[in-house]
């Protein structure tokens, strides 16, 4: 007994460093993880589902990439009212991204195929 008791303090030993090590790299990646959710490279993502946007008003800044996910069982666009963005047809369960206009504004968007559906992308 006395032979295995130092095996099982040493595989104590290393399985504690090993989750501390693995605990200060999640740590870092949540910090990294937080810092990169507001810049321009992780990106905006608009959801349409029951046709409708959402959020039906975001604010990017300029040249972001804006996502726009298509959980509805039919196409649809996110098309500005005055062209600086145009999705083209989003199947169903598709996605597509655009990037966002370089001059800050206000871009009312619609959908292209129901006219009905609009929203505002804001560039600040």
Do not use: W
Not at 4 to 11: C, E, F, G, N
Not at 69 to 95: L, R
Not at 97 to 120: E, L, N, R, W
């Amino acid at each position: 007994m006395t032979a295995a008791r130092p095996y099982s303090t040493l595989a104590a030993v290393l399985l504690a460093l090993a989750l501390s090590a693995c605990s200060s790299g999640g740590a870092q990646g949540g910090a990294q993880g937080g810092a990169t959710t507001g810049s321009s490279s992780a990106g905006a993502r608009i959801t349409i589902k029951n046709f409708l946007f959402a959020p039906a008003a975001l604010t990017v800044h300029p040249g972001d990439r804006v996502t726009v996910v298509n959980e509805d069982s039919t196409a649809h666009t996110a098309t500005a009212t005055d062209k600086s963005f145009d999705t083209g047809d989003i199947a169903p369960g598709t996605s597509a991204t655009f990037t966002a206009p370089a001059k800050p504004g206000s871009y009312p968007y619609i959908c292209t195929i129901h006219q009905y559906m609009h929203a505002t992308l804001t560039v600040d």
